[in-house]
């Protein structure tokens, strides 16, 4: 009987099954046979399909999850501030009158500058995203979104020659300095923000890990005000195209008032009536002082209800950034009235209202909600 039992519990012993008795059993991976253990690896062994993908290079991911999300967040973020220049340059050519030989020759670089610019920020755009695409690194939603941004940044170049090319036109009409159209600027300077706005969005939300906020009724409130500051101050820094179209900058150089009165005699001048936002210089500048007044009030009022909610500390750090940006900025929006819009001051202007949009794009993504 020994010797019959003996040698079957010797063999059961140095089976798989039974050596998740003993104690050096913590490093294994899974084995061939349907019992589900797992034993040591031996060398050129994979323990999982991913790694087979890295080791063979036949794999549709080459990073991690994660890593790849950061890479791709990282891009955005570089092409966001890209725009961003190319905002700015914007701002100094469309902002000059009354110009002197060396002003000319200055204000046709940065005119040059600003084309060369734009060409950068497709590369910058389609080139990665086509590198990203092919490694795999980009999810189906991500997908979808590039493909956005790329054929947006398309149409912005678009938009650009459609706009110069209004400057160029002979108008037999009119006896005004040569300019391009106002509604053309706005396009042009509406489709860069989006540009803008969605690239900077979508790399925050890859970048930013997202907070577990109780959905509560004032969250809630916080939340939908930060939405309607940020359209107001988009809708504002929008304007400003008009006002820069229109040269409204130098209509009535006061503050508060506009001249001597409240609201000026001159506001509905023009035939029909509505044509007077678009093209009344004086309706111009008093629409752009209206949007601004409500968008630093908003930012005001934000900041209050946020102090009354427990937030965490990067949330607060963004209301606060927030509310120091819109008082900054209305005092460069008083400052380059006042002094009839120096160049200078006047690009400031317009790129602290891309700061200004940045911010409460910022915030708005702190306070995005947690999918279940």
């Given at each position: ?13 140095g089976?798989?099954?039974l ?15 349907s ?8 060398p050129?062994?994979?323990?999982t ?15 991690p999850s ?20 190319a ?15 060396t002003?000319?020759k ?7 500058s ?22 795999g ?12 941004l ?40 509406g489709s860069?923000?989006v ?6 969005w979508t ?7 997202r ?6 009724r ?12 940020a ?10 195209a008009f ?6 900058g ?9 001249g001597e ?6 506001l ?6 509505l ?19 409500a ?9 209050f209800?946020?102090r ?10 963004a209301?606060?950034t ?21 160049t ?9 209202s891309?700061a200004l ?6 915030l ?8 279940k």
């Amino acid at each position: 009987m020994q010797r019959l039992l003996f040698p079957r519990l010797k063999a059961l012993m140095g089976s798989p099954c039974l050596r998740l008795l003993g104690p050096r059993a913590a490093p294994r991976t899974q084995c061939g046979c349907s019992c589900g253990v797992r034993r040591p690896l031996r060398p050129g062994q994979y323990s999982t399909i991913s790694e087979v993908a890295l080791q063979s290079g036949r794999g549709t991911v080459s990073l991690p999850s994660k890593s790849a999300e950061r890479v791709v967040g990282r891009w955005l973020l570089v092409c966001s501030g890209t725009v961003a220049g190319a905002v700015i340059l914007g701002g100094v050519t469309s902002l000059n009158h009354d110009m002197t030989l060396t002003e000319f020759k200055f204000i046709w670089y940065m005119e040059y500058s600003h084309r060369m610019w734009g060409r950068l920020v497709g590369l910058a755009y389609i080139l990665p995203a086509a590198y990203f695409w092919r490694k795999g690194w980009l999810s189906r939603g991500m997908k979808g979104r590039v493909l956005a941004l790329c054929g947006l940044v398309c149409f912005q170049g678009l938009l650009g020659w459609y706009m110069v090319k209004s400057g160029l036109e002979e108008k037999p009409d009119s006896y005004d300095i040569p300019r391009v159209s106002q509604y053309r600027l706005a396009a042009h300077l509406g489709s860069a923000l989006v540009l803008y706005c969605a690239s900077l969005w979508t790399s925050l939300s890859l970048l930013l890990p997202r907070h577990k906020l109780p959905e509560t009724r004032q969250l809630l409130w916080l939340r939908r005000c930060a939405h309607g500051t940020a359209g107001l101050v988009f809708l504002t820094a929008l304007s400003g195209a008009f006002v820069a179209g229109l040269d409204a900058g130098l209509v009535y150089n006061s503050f508060p008032k506009m001249g001597e009165s409240w609201i000026p005699e001159d506001l509905f001048t023009f035939s029909p009536i509505l044509r007077n936002v678009f093209e009344n210089p004086t309706m111009v500048q008093f629409d752009h002082r209206i949007l601004g007044i409500a968008s630093v009030t908003a930012v005001t009022v934000l900041y209050f209800l946020s102090r009354r909610i427990p937030l965490p500390r990067r949330t607060r750090m963004a209301a606060v950034t927030l509310l120091a940006l819109a008082y900054t900025q209305v005092g460069l929006g008083i400052s380059t009235l006042l002094m009839y819009v120096p160049t200078p001051l006047a690009a400031t202007h317009q790129s602290g209202s891309l700061a200004l949009l940045s911010v409460a794009l910022w915030l708005m993504n702190e306070l995005r909600r947690v999918p279940k």
